[in-house]
């Protein structure tokens, strides 16, 4: 050979991949060479929450995610994350491994971004490591993804000021700069202003996030899809629109790791809580011409009156026993309980029906 060397020669002649990839664990996803993953500076600091946060966003968005809800929330010395969005998602075999050491689905497709190189496979490793718990809550290839991460902040700490939002200037060479503490809050916008052409960001609280997803469900589900539609088979950013009651929305919520009580559920349902705008709508750049905002995609929010929805008792009656009536129809037909009495609510901008199902002996 010219230069001497097999391994050129093979190369030549099959490409680098091999050479690059320890084991093939299949769906796309490989575990890389150790000298690959130095090669991509597979060094990787985690000190702090805000480094978590933005790669779980970086991983979400290397996952062509299009749609990125951040829920945190802390109880004393833990802090919980929580990150659902609708890219490739991880199919359900390699959960774990994802969170080993050089596992990545970018074997030709790392990203170089403004806080380095990613697509490397020693983020989620890192921050497994860094972190008190790591995991995938759910997820299925194509369906999008959950993670929950859940840190302590006496080993590993966060900014002291969590609430002051930043502020963005235009400088006279025409770059933005931040002001602020460099905390959650700060991370995530510059995160939705960097890749605002990529995805849209949401972030608040669990109940803001599970009322976001809920109302993403069900500006997209059919009636049919959310009557008898199957949880594993829906993307998991859909998912919560299959409740009908508070007690299911909370055990959907639960699911997804995203813990709330059945009363915030029943908020959710009622309408008292509004879905999240995207995070951008509230960044504002100095020294900017006001413009219009940019078309985004978001969860809609649908017609709202303020006056909210009444109807007479009596009205009220003559439905239910309409929806009763229906209902036995279907429960003849399908051997269920037929005198099972609907639930129906009225809530701000709609109205809610559950009927109990009892399988016949």
Same mark, same amino acid.
């Given at each position: 050979?010219?230069?001497?060397?097999?391994?050129?020669? $093979?190369? !030549?002649? !099959?490409?680098?991949?091999?050479?690059?990839?320890?084991?093939?664990?299949?769906? *796309?996803?490989?575990?890389?060479?150790?000298?690959?993953?130095?090669?991509?500076?597979?060094?990787?600091?985690?000190?702090?929450?805000?480094?978590?946060?933005?790669?779980?966003?970086?991983?979400?968005?290397? %996952?062509?995610?299009?749609?990125?809800?951040?829920?945190?929330?802390?109880?004393?010395?833990?802090?919980? $994350?929580?990150?659902?969005?609708?890219?490739?998602?991880?199919?359900?075999?390699?959960?774990?491994?994802?969170?080993?050491?050089?596992?990545?689905?970018?074997?030709?497709?790392?990203?170089?971004?403004?806080?380095?190189?990613?697509?490397?496979?020693?983020?989620?490793?890192?921050?497994?490591? !860094?972190?008190?718990?790591?995991? $995938?809550?759910?997820?299925?290839?194509?369906?999008?993804?959950?993670?929950?991460?859940?840190?302590?902040?006496?080993?590993?700490?966060?900014?002291?000021?969590?609430?002051?939002?930043?502020?963005?200037?235009?400088?006279?060479?025409?770059?933005?700069?931040?002001?602020?503490?460099? !905390?959650?809050?700060?991370?995530?916008?510059?995160?939705?202003?960097?890749?605002?052409?990529?995805?849209?960001?949401?972030?608040?609280?669990?109940?803001?996030?599970?009322?976001?997803?809920?109302?993403?469900?069900?500006?997209?589900?059919?009636?049919?899809?959310?009557?008898? *539609?199957?949880?594993?088979?829906?993307?998991?950013?859909?998912?919560?629109?299959?409740?009908?009651?508070?007690?299911?929305?909370? *055990?959907? %919520?639960?699911?997804?790791?995203?813990?709330?009580?059945?009363?915030?559920?029943?908020?959710?349902?009622?309408?008292?809580?509004?879905?999240?705008?995207?995070?951008?709508?509230?960044?504002?750049?100095?020294?900017?011409?006001?413009?219009?905002?940019?078309?985004?995609?978001?969860?809609?929010?649908?017609?709202?009156?303020?006056?909210?929805?009444?109807?007479?008792?009596?009205?009220?009656?003559?439905?239910?026993?309409?929806?009763?009536?229906?209902?036995?129809?279907? %429960?003849?037909?399908?051997?269920?309980?037929?005198?099972?009495?609907?639930?129906?609510?009225?809530?701000?901008?709609?109205?809610?029906?559950? $009927?109990?199902?009892?399988?016949?002996?």
């Amino acid at each position: 050979m010219a230069d001497g060397s097999l391994e050129s020669f $093979i190369e !030549n002649v !099959n490409g680098d991949s091999h050479l690059r990839v320890e084991a093939d664990l299949g769906d *796309g996803f490989v575990r890389l060479r150790s000298a690959e993953a130095e090669r991509r500076q597979a060094a990787h600091d985690i000190r702090s929450t805000e480094d978590i946060v933005i790669e779980m966003l970086r991983n979400a968005r290397d %996952a062509h995610a299009k749609s990125v809800f951040t829920a945190v929330s802390r109880e004393g010395s833990r802090r919980r $994350i929580v990150m659902v969005d609708d890219g490739d998602g991880v199919p359900p075999a390699l959960h774990e491994r994802v969170f080993e050491p050089r596992v990545t689905s970018k074997l030709d497709s790392m990203h170089l971004d403004k806080w380095g190189v990613h697509g490397r496979g020693m983020a989620l490793y890192s921050i497994a490591v !860094n972190a008190e718990t790591a995991r $995938i809550a759910a997820s299925e290839q194509g369906q999008g993804a959950s993670f929950v991460v859940e840190t302590d902040l006496g080993r590993l700490g966060e900014k002291a000021d969590q609430s002051s939002f930043p502020v963005f200037e235009r400088t006279d060479a025409g770059t933005v700069a931040v002001r602020g503490p460099k !905390n959650i809050l700060r991370t995530v916008c510059e995160f939705a202003l960097e890749c605002r052409r990529d995805c849209t960001v949401y972030l608040g609280s669990v109940t803001d996030v599970v009322a976001t997803l809920y109302a993403f469900g069900l500006s997209s589900l059919t009636a049919a899809a959310r009557a008898f *539609g199957r949880t594993e088979e829906l993307p998991v950013c859909k998912r919560l629109a299959l409740a009908a009651d508070p007690a299911e929305l909370a *055990g959907l %919520a639960e699911t997804l790791g995203l813990a709330l009580s059945e009363r915030s559920a029943r908020r959710v349902l009622d309408g008292e809580i509004a879905p999240l705008s995207p995070l951008l709508d509230r960044i504002r750049i100095e020294g900017d011409a006001a413009e219009p905002p940019e078309a985004r995609k978001q969860a809609p929010r649908g017609a709202h009156d303020a006056r909210g929805l009444k109807i007479a008792p009596e009205d009220l009656d003559d439905f239910s026993d309409r929806v009763a009536a229906a209902y036995r129809d279907i %429960a003849r037909r399908y051997y269920l309980e037929p005198d099972a009495r609907p639930e129906v609510r009225v809530g701000k901008d709609g109205i809610r029906i559950h $009927i109990p199902v009892t399988k016949l002996d």
